[in-house]
């Protein structure tokens, strides 16, 4: 099946724990992105990676980590700096990040991650 | 940045309703798409929209680029149909990032 997997589905973490949420992309995309969603509110932008080896900054970026060292591949880390980090995490990809107006981009099913 | 308001909020419908759902953003914008979130979590692509019309079974979208809305239609509604409809733009320029709305929650009761 071609698609974006997320994995765990769910995720704790304790005080001072670095997690590292995984996405995999069998598309053969070139973009992709992290998002964070709170109860009831929209998607916000973490990070994001146009190509291999290149990434830059969302929104609201402060105590994530990323690596994009694969195409099919762009793992996020909560750091410890993150105090809030619950919240469904949602990965997506695009054909390509360069082209904006081929942009559309398809997403994951999520990680749901919680603070123990 | 760019805003982006959806209304309404929230939305109840008996099945079998017709719905319309607003999508208005602050500046001209390269791309934007509707997305349907289900209740667990999963978001569906809708329509990829910038300009023009376009129809998918009981579902359609416009989007009037000059005057800076999109809006969803949804016919007939079912109760498969509940769950968050988000609206999201990515602005003219190059940025790259879809800013998203805080999207309507749409409840379709039987």
């Known amino acids: 099946d071609g698609g974006i997997t997320q994995s765990p589905k769910y995720l704790f973490r304790k005080e001072g724990q670095n997690v590292t949420l995984s996405c995999e992309q069998n598309?053969?995309?070139?973009?992709m992105y992290w998002y964070r969603q709170d109860p009831g509110q929209g998607l916000r932008l973490i990070y994001y990676?146009?190509?291999?080896?290149?990434?830059q900054k969302g929104d609201i970026a402060e105590g994530y980590s990323v690596s994009r060292e694969k195409k099919e591949s762009f793992p996020l880390t909560v750091t410890s700096a993150q105090k809030n980090p619950t919240a469904f995490y949602l990965c997506?990809?695009?054909?390509?990040?360069?082209?904006?107006?081929?942009?559309?981009?398809?997403f994951g099913a999520g990680t749901r991650l919680s603070v123990l | 940045g760019i805003q982006v308001e959806q209304s309404p909020p929230d939305l109840i419908l008996q099945e079998g309703a017709n719905s319309t759902l607003r999508c208005n953003f602050s500046?001209?914008?390269?791309?934007l798409q509707w997305f349907h979130q289900n209740p667990w979590g999963q978001l569906i692509n809708l329509f990829y929209?910038?300009?023009g019309t376009k129809q998918n079974g009981r579902l359609s979208a416009t989007t009037v680029a000059t005057e800076r809305y999109s809006l969803l239609y949804i016919s007939s509604s079912q109760t498969t149909d509940s769950g968050v409809y988000f609206c999201?733009?990515?602005?003219?320029?190059?940025?790259?990032?879809?800013?998203f709305g805080k999207g309507t929650k749409l409840t379709v009761n039987p």
């Open positions: 929209i910038p300009s």
């Open positions: 500046d001209s914008v390269n791309n």
């Open positions: 999201a733009v990515e602005l003219q320029g190059g940025s790259e990032k879809l800013v």
């Open positions: 990676s146009q190509i291999v080896n290149d990434f």
């Open positions: 598309l053969n995309h070139d973009a």
């Open positions: 997506a990809s695009s054909i390509t990040g360069r082209i904006v107006a081929k942009n559309i981009q398809y």
